[in-house]
């Protein structure tokens, strides 16, 4: 993304949506929380054997979204964020910890009890041309869930519904009888949020959903999203690499490397003064639309480690020029509240101040 189209997003965030009848300022309850969630994929030595080595794609990450907000997850590609997405759905089954969802413990659900709640936790995927099926018109692919939820009545009544969640993403209703192929990237992904509103859910999972489309494109989708938060009341879990783009929409942003959360602190507070070194690193690279307001650059050396045999200690000391021998190499850092009750937590042993 370029300076130039950064101005194009929205400025401001919507505000927290409290309880009924709560000021607008009151923090808003708790949707969604992930406890020391962790998943591991096992290596094959062949065809049908497994080894005792696994890819620690996510290493026990802990966060939580509150109702009608957005929790941003950047990092580099390839850190675990798209699967921490899926494992925060139960798209994939963890290999120890819980995810909380409207306070029931769903790790524990079978796929049968899990169903019911299939409708409140719904995601937006980031390829648009792959996620949408070539052969299902609009019709179809929209009205899908609504007939597996049995949320409409009549096929009137759940094709005015269609009609209703295309004209709410910026379609016609005309587009019904329309397939994939017939829509440019943009509108396949509109088709997708209208998807994934179908069934009326609570919290979305929007998994890089502006990384395969246009710059132009992107901010249209970007102020798309946060006006349906205002309106529908949503919550995200907002899955990016694009620094410019978490910030604009996220309500706090969690930052990850090599499968664990290593800071977290609220959207203003954590990009005008990153703490972590990797964080500092991430935002000192981005490009900054105000040319008064400039970074030191803060070159990584190496390459991001393997998730099959991970560094000891801290995962980001051997690329960390803050590191320190004896410590940082052989002590893995907590995430923790760098002053108790700011809500900046790090997992660092040398933090910037």
């Known amino acids: 993304m370029t300076d130039a189209n950064v101005t194009a997003y929205p400025s401001t965030k919507p505000p927290p949506a409290g309880p009924e009848g709560a000021p607008p300022t009151a923090r808003p309850r708790t949707l969604i929380v992930t406890d020391s969630l962790a998943k591991y994929f096992p290596l094959r030595s062949g065809f049908f054997e497994t080894s005792a080595r696994f890819v620690r794609a996510v290493d026990g990450v802990s966060l939580r979204v509150r109702e009608g907000q957005t929790m941003g997850l950047v990092g580099e590609s390839g850190c675990g964020k798209s699967t921490l997405g899926r494992l925060m759905l139960r798209l994939l089954d963890p290999t120890f910890g819980r995810v909380v ?145 978490v910030q604009h929409v996220s309500h706090r942003v969690s930052v990850m490397y090599l499968g664990r ?51 000891s200690g801290c995962a980001f000391h051997p690329r960390c020029p803050r590191a320190i021998r004896g410590t940082c190499d052989r002590e893995t850092p907590p995430l923790a509240e760098a002053v108790a009750g700011d809500g900046h937590k790090l997992a660092c042993w040398n933090p910037y101040e």
Request: hydrophobic share 40%; proline share 8%; glycine share 6%.
């Open 101 to 245: 969802f409207e306070g029931r413990d769903i790790t524990q659900l079978s796929q049968r009890e899990l169903r019911p709640l299939r409708r409140r936790m719904q995601i937006i995927f980031q390829d648009p041309y792959s996620s949408l099926n070539p052969r299902m018109t609009v019709r179809e692919i929209v009205g899908e869930a609504i007939r597996i939820h049995k949320l409409a009545k009549t096929r009137d009544d759940e094709e005015a519904r269609v009609v209703d969640l295309l004209e709410k993403v910026g379609l016609r209703g005309d587009a019904l009888n329309r397939y994939p192929h017939e829509f440019s990237g943009g509108q396949r992904q509109r088709i997708g949020i209208a998807r994934a509103l179908a069934v009326e859910p609570r919290f979305i999972v929007c998994d890089e959903p502006t990384a395969s489309l246009d710059v132009s494109i992107q901010a249209q989708i970007v102020n798309l999203l946060v006006e349906l938060q205002e309106t529908m009341g949503l919550s995200y879990l907002f899955v990016s690499h694009d620094l410019a783009v």
């Open 261 to 311: 959360i290593v800071e977290q602190a609220e959207a203003e507070t954590l990009y005008a003064g990153p703490r972590h070194p990797y964080t500092h690193a991430l935002l000192a690279a981005a490009p900054r639309p105000d040319p008064e307001h400039k970074r030191v650059r803060l070159v990584l050396e190496g390459d991001v480690p393997s998730p099959i045999d991970p560094p």
